[in-house]
């Protein structure tokens, strides 16, 4: 599948509070603290910066650096749409809150929008408890309640952080996705149902790579493997993904429901009349 399709496809690396195409976004506008205003100001009075040319000059800098650091984002965010890590390029594994990468380290992962965060510390009954936690240095620590920062940790004090996940949350955060999304049948090209009899998820790989493809009945599955067989040294459809190594891998062999759905086939649902 090449970049252009991908790019047509939603998946889920669309946020959610982003709004749909044709909709109009309200330009974010971002308050400087009363610290922040009176250093403004200083730096454009020793400047001597009365006409704001200067000024003008360092705000298109500003945007440029801006516009670089979003090209970067960009290429990163593709890497991940690919399965692969953006650190090292290995398999990335992905969950519906969380993309883990076991041979480097990277991470991206999700905190919940209402559920508090804790910091348990060392030598420290009562964990400090906040909205959400920061890494701001290499050894240090934030927490931010109420828009506050209410404590700066050392990072070696740090026994473990927890996330409070409501139940409530987490089912919200899978309906969303669920109301926005919809799964098409490879053969068919009919609607899936994750949760009716006969729905069957293959990941096959033809080529070198691994693609994933969703059936909406035993019917349109069969009727698949009828026109694509499999191949003599590689069977896809018997063989347990965890003990092959006989192409490049983007997707996991295990879990269930969502988390089984391959990024490129989910496509926004249409709006019933």
């Not at 496809?9 to 982003?18: A, V």
């Not at 506050?148 to 473990?160: F, S």
């Not at 919809?182 to 009899?197: R, S």
Request: charged letters at 35%; a negative charge.
């Amino acid at each position: 599948m090449n970049i252009d399709r991908i790019r047509e496809l939603l998946g889920l690396d669309r946020d959610l509070d982003r709004p749909a195409e044709g909709e109009e976004k309200t330009p974010e506008i971002i308050l400087l603290h009363d610290e922040q205003k009176a250093e403004m100001e200083s730096a454009i009075s020793v400047l001597e910066d009365d006409e704001g040319i200067l000024e003008k000059k360092a705000q298109q800098e500003a945007e440029r650096t801006i516009q670089t650091a979003a090209e970067d984002t960009l290429k990163r965010l593709h890497i991940i749409k690919l399965g692969r890590c953006p650190s090292c390029g290995s398999h990335l594994h992905r969950h519906l809150f969380a993309s883990i990468c076991d041979t480097c380290g990277w991470n991206d992962y999700e905190v919940p929008r209402r559920g508090p965060v804790r910091i348990h510390l060392r030598q420290r009954p009562e964990p400090i408890e906040g909205d959400r936690c920061y890494l701001v240095k290499p050894n240090a620590m934030v927490v931010v309640k109420n828009d506050v920062v209410v404590a700066w940790v050392n990072r070696d004090y740090i026994v473990w952080i927890e996330y409070g996940w409501a139940p409530e949350e987490i089912d919200m955060r899978h309906r969303q996705i669920l109301d926005r999304l919809t799964l098409l049948c490879g053969w068919c090209n009919k609607e899936c149902d994750p949760h009716e009899d006969g729905f069957h998820v293959a990941q096959i790989a033809f080529g070198s790579t691994q693609e994933r493809y969703t059936f909406c009945s035993d019917a349109c599955y069969e009727a698949f493997r009828k026109m694509y067989p499999a191949r003599v040294d590689r069977n896809c459809y018997e063989r347990n993904c965890t003990e092959c190594n006989l192409c490049i891998k983007r997707y996991d062999d295990n879990g269930e429901g969502l988390r089984l759905l391959a990024k490129d086939y989910l496509l926004p649902r249409k709006n019933k009349d």
